[in-house]
């Protein structure tokens, strides 16, 4: 049974950073490549960040180009997304996802966490 469980998500203050992590089980993160979207209060869920399977291509949402870093360790299989400079505008529930193709990491992953919660207060 593959799960993916977030975490690291809380309450920051505007300029704070934060790490999100996603832990993997039932796949091997390696042969996959993995995505970060968020979904605001009242708003519809929209892409954050992806890494192909083979790490050759990173995407970020414009919204997020140089604040946020995606990454994953393959020996922990763990993906991560790095977060600076938050603004109250980032608020939102973050899910991580995998897929085993690249472009449908992005448009519609198989793999969905359940989502963690970080909020930026102004």
């Known amino acids: 049974q593959v799960q993916l469980v977030e975490s690291g998500g809380k309450l920051v203050q505007t300029g704070d950073s934060l790490r999100l992590s996603c832990a993997a089980s039932?796949?091997?993160?390696?042969?996959?490549?993995i995505a970060w979207f968020r979904q605001a209060p009242g708003k519809e869920r929209e892409f954050v960040a992806a890494?192909?399977?083979?790490?050759?291509?990173?995407d970020y949402a414009d919204s997020v180009k140089g604040r946020f870093t995606i990454s994953r360790d393959n020996a922990k299989n763990t993906m991560y997304l790095e977060l600076d400079s938050l603004k109250p505008e980032d608020t939102a529930v973050y899910y991580c996802?995998?897929?085993?193709?690249?472009?449908?990491?992005?448009?519609?992953?198989?793999?969905w966490g359940q989502g963690t919660q970080v909020s930026v207060s102004s």
């Open positions: 996802a995998a897929d085993l193709d690249s472009r449908r990491v992005i448009t519609g992953p198989k793999y």
């Open positions: 039932g796949l091997t993160l390696s042969s996959y490549a």
């Open positions: 890494i192909s399977w083979r790490g050759g291509s990173i």
